[in-house]
């Protein structure tokens, strides 16, 4: 029996789902559109698409030219952070996996977000499940390994605004005192790596490396797991490496990377044609995305 005749009706969209609806309108070839075509076009009421179109003006999702709208710059540099996440995964997971079959240990690759570490990549086995991570989430910086290599080998700016709320402590080993982490931070740039001696979750140790050049890091490498503990110091030079294999293939020897699109110092006021179409296109088929 078909919901129509028992009655059942069909939940309304979301303000999330209307969004999305009216951002799915301007995937066709026309740089702009009319709110009476984002109408048509997203199904959305006039009512809900004139004030979602103003909302998303002043987050800078969306450009308006006096009646039309066009994508904004805030969904270029959306574009350009999926675009370098997917190149800096797609380079890594060759040795990624290599690094798993290597210690039989699980292996992440974070950025930092903010005061978060996020995971781009998850490599283990069903035996790793205890440990709870999964790609696309988040971890706070100061308690993670991989958060203390990219504090300690990042912008400055970014562990004094961390450090400018009260740290939470997920453990009873969690560093949250200021003068502990800055000094374990220091360690860390003497080292080269950072560890994570049951921080974050109770019985997981974890050991991680920055990547990088002679700069700041653009991202971590980590290998954790239960009772590891007495490992940490033989895995430290095997992650290392494993990093340093990733920078080449990355950039090649002696080379820096080029600042993403986002962090550019002089915002730009307009989006060329071919920049939103690939733009776009990352932001439909990246796999992080």
């Not at 040795?95 to 903010?114: C, F, I, K, N, P």
């Not at 700069?215 to 590891?228: L, N, W």
């Not at 990355?250 to 080379?255: A, H, I, K, N, V």
């Amino acid at each position: 029996m078909t919901a129509e005749l028992v009655g059942v009706r069909t939940p309304a969209p979301s303000l999330l789902e209307k969004a999305a609806l009216v951002l799915a309108a301007f995937e066709g070839p026309e740089p702009r559109l009319s709110l009476t075509e984002v109408i048509r076009r997203s199904g959305i009421p006039r009512s809900s698409a004139h004030r979602i179109l103003d909302q998303l003006v002043q987050l800078r999702w969306l450009d308006r030219e006096g009646r039309d709208y066009r994508m904004g710059m805030r969904m270029l540099e959306l574009g350009a952070l999926a675009a370098h996440h997917n190149r800096l995964r797609r380079a890594a997971l060759p040795r990624l996996h290599a690094l798993h079959e290597s210690t039989g240990h699980l292996v992440h690759l974070y950025v930092l977000d903010g005061a978060e570490v996020v995971c781009l990549e998850r490599i283990g086995g069903s035996e790793d499940s205890t440990v709870p991570s999964r790609t696309g989430g988040r971890m706070p910086a100061h308690s993670t390994a991989a958060g203390k290599a990219l504090l300690a080998f990042g912008d400055p700016a970014a562990l004094t605004a961390l450090l400018s709320h009260r740290l939470r402590p997920l453990t009873p080993r969690t560093l949250v005192n200021p003068v502990a982490l800055r000094s374990e931070l220091a360690a860390t740039r003497e080292r080269g790596v950072a560890f994570d001696r049951e921080e974050t979750f109770r019985g997981v140790s974890c050991v991680a490396a920055p990547l990088r050049g002679s700069g700041r890091a653009i991202a971590a490498v980590s290998v954790s797991g239960h009772g590891i503990h007495r490992e940490l110091d033989r895995l430290a030079p095997v992650v290392r490496a494993c990093t340093r294999g990733v920078w080449g293939d990355l950039f090649g020897p002696g080379r820096t990377p080029a600042p993403p699109a986002a962090a550019a110092t002089e915002p730009r006021t307009r989006v060329s044609e071919g920049e939103m179409d690939a733009m776009m296109g990352w932001l439909r088929f990246s796999e992080w995305m």
